[in-house]
């Protein structure tokens, strides 16, 4: 394999809502700036925004305030969350609105040319093409360089707990990409298909949270050292059966109740965690009441979906059971570690910088602030841009002795080992092994100390098997080293639900040891890794 060799003031790992935000940022500030974007797909069509989307789910609508939107997070997330980063992320949601309004997003409006709001925080689009339109804002950057289908997998560490650079491999040539910068800002995804998900074998990748994010920048910083929070506090989707659907189109849309097969409405506390648990507690199926609905709001269902999740709609048409004649079934999707919704990622400071000098975390790869969606990762894109900035005036390069023949032996080995088992049979056993004794959907989300203990070493054992994967192709290399990113986010995951004795968020997981909420963990269980092993240590609350 070839070794190419680029230099950069910003390396940005991850071609999504946040990253491209922050190098439109950056650029803004600073035109002279060489931004590097590093996409293991195309910026195109990447991420969590590449089919589209059918509303902005964090807008501060008239009449509310950003401080109303932040205590909004708190109360959802049971207390796990950062005031301060929820309040800052909260000021700018609509200021980054109009900016990709000015980009060409369709915003509805009514006939006063208002925004149309969809609930309290939110507001409808025309979002199909979201993610081209952000692309394209890019692109008019002649100082940014975009690597679209190059896969990163490691920092490149500095001395006195910095990075300076990462590397990774194109998946489609054989090269190898080192790249030295001064700062480094992590917006990968987060993590999905730890756990056995809705569907399996041919279908597995039909999934709520798209199924590349494969916890990729959470691994790199595990193991740079970089302190990660709140991994525990899973998120589980409640989707529309068998497409896996948003529910809250509905439920929002056109204010749906959900209800069981006997027609009675669900009895919960209006908390995503708790609209999950209502569903799973209960013995037979669930579903949204959508039977009777006008022809007008059946057509605008129909729309919405067809902005982001087409799949449904030709459900309808399909079956000939549209919702106005037949309610909606709903179930919960496997867990996930996502800090778009929830609090888990990269422990962070107000400038989005993790422990880690030159480091820097946003969108669903940073931590400590949910509920902050597609808006929320412009904004967190927004405010690292402009702290990496402050930095790079301040700062001198950073000094490392890294030495890019090691990594040429370290992935030729995957294409001289000989291995018993294929990737995709590893990949099955670790999502076989969380879901029977982690809290996956087999057991309704509920796990014991003991089946963590159990889940742990058939993590462990697999880790050890996927040292001898072998790799056909450069997309088999891939394909290895995202199994082992989401095996290593496994480990870090069960130490966090290990160390939780207790159960806030019953509907995302319930431990059948500690079965009630405590008021002594209103804390952050958060963790390093230091010499291979996971530490895990507390930290109190932000204000």
């Not at 919960?268 to 199926?285: D, G, H």
């Not at 996502?338 to 993790?354: C, E, L, M, Q």
């Not at 990594?407 to 999502?431: G, H, R, W």
């Not at 909420?517 to 609350?541: A, P, Q, T």
Request: neutral net charge; proline residues 3%.
């Amino acid at each position: 394999m070839k070794v190419s060799e680029k230099f950069s003031d910003v390396l940005i790992i991850g071609g999504g809502a946040a990253g491209l935000f922050a190098a439109i940022r950056l650029s803004e500030l600073n035109p002279n700036r060489k931004i590097i974007v590093a996409e293991k797909a195309n910026i195109d069509r990447s991420g969590c925004l590449a089919a589209g989307v059918n509303a902005l789910n964090a807008y501060i609508t008239p009449g509310k305030t950003p401080r109303d939107y932040a205590d909004y997070a708190i109360r959802d997330a049971h207390g796990i969350a950062r005031y301060d980063l929820l309040l800052s992320m909260s000021e700018r949601l609509n200021e980054v609105t109009r900016k990709i309004e000015s980009m060409g997003l369709v915003i509805q409006k009514d006939s006063d040319g208002n925004y149309v709001a969809r609930g309290n925080r939110n507001i409808k689009i025309n979002g199909e093409n979201i993610k081209p339109i952000l692309a394209r804002a890019v692109k008019n950057f002649s100082n940014v360089e975009i690597l679209n289908h190059v896969n990163i997998v490691d920092l490149i560490q500095a001395e006195e707990n910095q990075v300076a650079g990462a590397w990774g491999f194109h998946i489609n040539e054989e090269k190898i990409f080192v790249i030295r910068s001064q700062a480094v800002l992590i917006s990968t995804g987060g993590a999905a298909g730890l756990y056995r998900p809705n569907h399996t074998n041919s279908s597995r990748h039909k999934m709520w949270y798209s199924p590349f994010n494969t916890g990729a920048g959470f691994a790199m910083g595990i193991r740079a050292g970089a302190e990660m929070t709140s991994f525990e506090m899973r998120f589980i989707a409640l989707r529309c059966k068998d497409t896996i659907a948003p529910t809250g189109t509905i439920a929002q849309g056109i204010g749906a109740a959900q209800i069981n097969s006997r027609g009675e409405k669900l009895q919960f506390k209006n908390t995503t965690s708790e609209r999950v648990f209502a569903v799973t507690n209960e013995k037979s199926s669930c579903y949204l009441e959508t039977i009777g609905i006008s022809k007008e709001q059946e057509e605008s269902l129909e729309r919405a979906y067809f902005n982001m999740n087409p799949a449904q709609s030709m459900k309808w048409l399909e079956s000939g059971l549209p919702p106005s004649v037949a309610n909606v079934e709903i179930e919960g999707t496997e867990p996930y570690v996502v800090g778009g919704h929830t609090a888990s990622g990269f422990w962070i400071d107000a400038n989005r910088k993790t422990t880690i000098e030159n480091l820097f975390a946003a969108g669903d790869a940073a931590g400590g602030c949910p509920q902050k969606y597609v808006t929320g990762s412009f904004a967190e894109g927004e405010i690292s841009a402009e702290s990496i900035e402050k930095l790079l005036t301040e700062q001198k390069n950073p000094r490392t002795n890294f030495d890019p023949r090691k990594i040429l032996n370290d992935l030729n080995k995957f294409f001289t080992n000989e291995s018993l088992f294929t990737i995709d049979e590893l990949e099955e056993a670790m999502q076989s092994a969380m879901d029977d004794y982690a809290g996956g959907i087999k057991t309704k989300y509920r796990f014991s100390e003991i089946g963590l203990g159990i889940a742990l070493k058939n993590i462990e054992r697999i880790e050890n098997l996927s040292e001898n994967l072998r790799a056909e192709s450069m997309y088999d290399l891939l394909k290895i080293f995202e199994l082992r990113e989401r095996l290593l986010v496994c480990r870090v995951l069960i130490e966090h639900m290990k160390s939780r004795r207790e159960t806030r968020w019953r509907g995302f997981g319930q431990n059948l040891d500690f079965p009630r909420h405590d008021s002594d963990f209103d804390l952050f269980v958060n963790s390093r890794m230091e010499n291979g092993k996971i530490k895990i240590h507390f930290r109190k609350m932000v204000e």
